[in-house]
Antibody
C-alpha cells in the first residue's frame, strides 16, 4: 500500500524558513516523479513543484527562487525547503506521487499524503 | 497560465441520480485533463486521468469525456460515498492548474 506522510508544518513568522518532509513507502520511490500541491480555502488547489526521478525540478512562478524541492532516494523522502515565507504561502501542503502512464511520468497525481499545515503569521 | 472553470459550483442531488460535471479550459489542453474527488478532511483522490481513463480502484459508474477545452465527468448513478467536491486539473502546460471545484451535496 502506498503511503505518503508529510511533516514539518507549523506556525512560522513572515520571511522565515521551513522545511517540509514527505516519507514515502509502498512503492519504488526512486522511480517516481514527486510533487507538492498546496490548498487554501481562497485559492483552492495549487500545484507548487515537481521533481522528476531524473532530478529535474519545476516550480510555480510564485515560489521560484524561494522554494527548493529535493529528494533522498536512500530513505524514500521528498523535501520542500521554503524560504522567505509570506502570508500568501499559508496553506495545507500535500505531497503527491506523479502518475506513471504510457511508460513515463505524467503531471497527474495518483497518491497523496494527508497534508501538513503551514501558517505564516506574525 | 491555463484557467479551468468548473460548473456548476454546487449540485444538490439524490443517491441514484445521474450527474454531469463540467470543466472548461481557457485554451486547449488536448487530452491532458484529470478529475479528483475530495471529501472533508481528506486529500484529493485521482478519479479520472487523460480525460477518460479511470484511476485504479475507481468504480465504472465514473466516466470522463471531452477534448480541447470542454470536458465532463459523469457519475451514472450516485452512491452515498460520491458526495464530495470534484476538481479538474490540466497538465498540458506549466504551471499545472486546477479548477475551483464543484460540490456535490445530498438533496
Amino acid at each position: 500500500e502506498v503511503q505518503l506522510l508529510e511533516s514539518g508544518g507549523g506556525l512560522i513568522q513572515p520571511w522565515e524558513s521551513l522545511r517540509l518532509s514527505c516519507a514515502a513507502s509502498g512503492f519504488t520511490f526512486s522511480t517516481y516523479a514527486m510533487s507538492w500541491v498546496r490548498q487554501t480555502p481562497n485559492k483552492g488547489l495549487e500545484w507548487v513543484s515537481t521533481l522528476t526521478n531524473g532530478g529535474t525540478s519545476y516550480y510555480t512562478d510564485s515560489v521560484k527562487g524561494r522554494f527548493t524541492v529535493s529528494r533522498d532516494n536512500s530513505i524514500s523522502t521528498l523535501y520542500l525547503q521554503m524560504d522567505s515565507l509570506t502570508a500568501d504561502d499559508t496553506a495545507i501542503y500535500y505531497c503527491a506521487s506523479n502518475l506513471q502512464y504510457g511508460g513515463t511520468w505524467s503531471g497527474f497525481f495518483d497518491s497523496w499524503g494527508q497534508g501538513t499545515l503551514v501558517t505564516v503569521s506574525a | 497560465e491555463i484557467a479551468l472553470t468548473q460548473s456548476p459550483g454546487t449540485l444538490s442531488l439524490s443517491p441514484g441520480e445521474r450527474v454531469t460535471l463540467s470543466c472548461r479550459a481557457s485554451q486547449s489542453v488536448s487530452s491532458y485533463l484529470a478529475w479528483y474527488q475530495q471529501k472533508p478532511g481528506q486529500a484529493p483522490r485521482l478519479v479520472i486521468h487523460n480525460v477518460s481513463k479511470r484511476a485504479t480502484g475507481i468504480p465504472v459508474r465514473f466516466s470522463g469525456s471531452g477534448s480541447g477545452t470542454d470536458f465532463t465527468l459523469t457519475i451514472s448513478s450516485l452512491a452515498p460515498e460520491d458526495f464530495a467536491v470534484y476538481y479538474c486539473q490540466q497538465r498540458s502546460a506549466w504551471p499545472y492548474t486546477f479548477g475551483q471545484g464543484t460540490k456535490l451535496e445530498i438533496k
